[in-house]
């Protein structure tokens, strides 16, 4: 598993979108991977972690 702690969190998935083993792949600059059943789903997953990683980023500390 990569280290999604370091990296910079954006979209880095090729024009062509990945599919592997029945799943289509979306992957951030961090080095994660978002699988789902379509496109709009993976594409959907790893906007949710961009914008958690950048909320977390950005937040003040408790």
């Not at 029945?22 to 994660?32: D, E, L, N, P, Q």
């Not at 993976?42 to 950048?54: G, K, P, R």
């Given at each position: 598993m990569p280290d999604t ?6 979209d ?16 951030c600059?961090?080095?994660a991977?978002?699988?789902?059943r379509d ?5 959907y997953l790893?906007?949710?972690?961009i914008?958690s990683?950048?909320d977390?980023?950005?937040s003040?500390a408790n």
């Amino acid at each position: 598993m990569p280290d999604t702690t370091t990296g910079e969190h954006r979209d880095t998935t090729p024009i062509e979108q990945p599919y592997r083993d029945g799943m289509f792949i979306s992957t951030c600059g961090c080095g994660a991977d978002f699988p789902g059943r379509d496109g709009d789903e993976a594409d959907y997953l790893l906007v949710e972690h961009i914008h958690s990683a950048t909320d977390l980023a950005t937040s003040p500390a408790n």
